[in-house]
């Protein structure tokens, strides 16, 4: 009984962790391709700095680009918009794509 009570707290945490901005499960995946296949380059978060200084930050992108056009440059293959030698070719499918942007969508300040 008592580790019922405390999974239910820790779900309780978890869950008002979530609400502090609205993530729906797809931006929780797309979250994990940055994770995976971002990261190590751009920051990925709201805040902070990219491990590598030329790539910006995936918030910046996500303000400075309508979504619209970055899922015709993922679509065609993400290497598009990269000049950098270190960018590894990388080619998503639609789904992921659209985890993804669904996920830079939740780095947008909020309108209200
Ligand atoms: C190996 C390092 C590396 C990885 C991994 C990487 N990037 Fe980049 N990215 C860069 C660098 C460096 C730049 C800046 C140079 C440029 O604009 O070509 C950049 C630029 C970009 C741009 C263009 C930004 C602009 O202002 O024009 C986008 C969009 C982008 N990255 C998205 C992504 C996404 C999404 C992923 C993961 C799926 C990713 N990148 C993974 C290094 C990387």
Not at 19 to 39: E, F, H, K, L
Not at 61 to 68: H, Q, R
Not at 89 to 103: N, Q, R, T, V, W
């Amino acid at each position: 009984m008592k580790n019922m009570k405390l999974g239910l707290a820790a779900t309780a945490l978890l869950l008002s962790a979530l609400q502090a901005q609205p993530v729906q499960a797809t931006a929780a995946r797309g979250r994990v391709i940055v994770q995976d296949n971002c990261s190590r380059c751009h920051a990925i978060g709201r805040t902070g700095k990219s491990p590598l200084a030329k790539a910006p930050p995936l918030r910046i992108i996500a303000k400075k680009y309508p979504l619209e056009n970055l899922e015709e440059a993922f679509a065609e293959g993400i290497v598009v918009s990269h000049n950098a030698p270190e960018m590894p070719p990388f080619e998503m499918e639609p789904g992921a794509i659209a985890d993804l942007l669904d996920y830079l969508k939740t780095l947008r300040p909020k309108k209200r």
